[in-house]
């Protein structure tokens, strides 16, 4: 049937009307056939194909019935997608655009002797939301390709990192191994990693490098700071946020530092459809799938 002819039609309705046709038929048909030598055979034929025929025309209706559904489905949920990400955009972005101002104000117009690390922290938490706000609409809305990760980690070093820090970035290896939500995901953790080097550390250098071989991801944080206490932090927001990424890749994330010998931040990803070459040695001997160790320095981050 063509689309016209039935995109209107209930199916209901329609299932009725042909019941009811189906009836009528079976009533009057003994009184048309009334007498013909092969009554019964014609009468069994007859309604057969009646019956065929209207289950065909159900079939049909109900498949462009379901199409035209999913199809509402899909667009009320693009509209949806759209209203919150405007919403994120003209709300949240708009509003901590509002804050990063009012702080340059205040910093510019009044002294700030003892502030200055503090209103960094605030600029910083203040930048992450920003950033956090333009992934979510980014995401909301058709996504684009997403810029290499290296050139990701770049830009966030350079509007992160604090004077006087050296920071060192290198991706080695075949990006387009790489689905969007794994360079994302990878995107995220290393970038988590490297904000608590500048943040906290009082590093000198932060050195990040990505390896990509034989289906396989290691990537690697260092910094030469104070080193951190994670005791009684395992559950922090930070370090719980990276560990939880890496797990749902099925990967191993693994933190290690030293008093005043810095943080090493490690994790080894496996790639889908390609056969890994490694395993989860890269923990340490550890047999769990992520490991944490700990030492007592003077810092505390995450």
Not at 260 to 284: E, K, Y
Request: aromatic share 4%; with cysteine.
């Amino acid at each position: 049937m063509p689309a016209h002819a039935t995109s209107h039609v209930d199916p209901l309705e329609a299932a009725l009307g042909w019941s009811e046709l189906f009836d009528a038929t079976c009533d009057h048909l003994p009184a048309v056939l009334n007498g013909h030598p092969d009554e019964a055979e014609l009468q069994k034929a007859f309604l057969t194909a009646l019956n065929r025929g209207i289950l065909a025309l159900s079939q049909i209706l109900a498949a462009k019935q379901d199409a035209m559904a999913l199809d509402r489905i899909h667009e009320m949920q693009i509209d949806d997608r759209q209203r919150l990400a405007r919403e994120i955009h003209d709300w949240v972005g708009s509003g901590v655009s509002m804050a990063l101002l009012h702080l340059d104000l205040f910093e510019s117009q009044r002294p700030a002797d003892g502030m200055e690390s503090e209103i960094g922290n605030i600029r910083q938490a203040l930048f992450e939301i920003s950033q956090g706000a333009r992934r979510l609409v980014s995401g909301l809305r058709w996504r684009v390709p997403e810029p290499p990760l290296e050139v990701a980690l770049k830009e966030f070093a350079r509007d992160a990192a604090p004077p006087g820090t050296a920071v060192d970035i290198a991706v080695h290896g075949d990006e387009r191994l790489l689905s969007e939500h794994y360079k994302s995901e990878i995107f995220a953790v290393l970038r988590e990693g490297m904000r608590n080097a500048f943040a906290h550390s009082k590093a000198r250098n932060v050195v990040t490098r990505v390896d990509i071989v034989s289906g396989d991801l290691l990537a690697t944080v260092d910094d030469d700071g104070t080193g951190l206490v994670l005791a009684g932090k395992e559950n922090s927001a930070g370090l719980s946020s990276m560990r939880e990424r890496v797990e749902l890749l099925h990967g191993v994330f693994h933190l290690a530092s030293r008093l005043s010998a810095g943080t090493r931040l490690r994790i080894w990803v496996p790639l889908p459809g390609a056969l890994s070459c490694r395993n989860q040695t890269i923990a340490s001997g550890s047999s769990s799938p992520t490991t944490t160790h700990y030492s007592e320095t003077p810092s505390a981050r995450f």
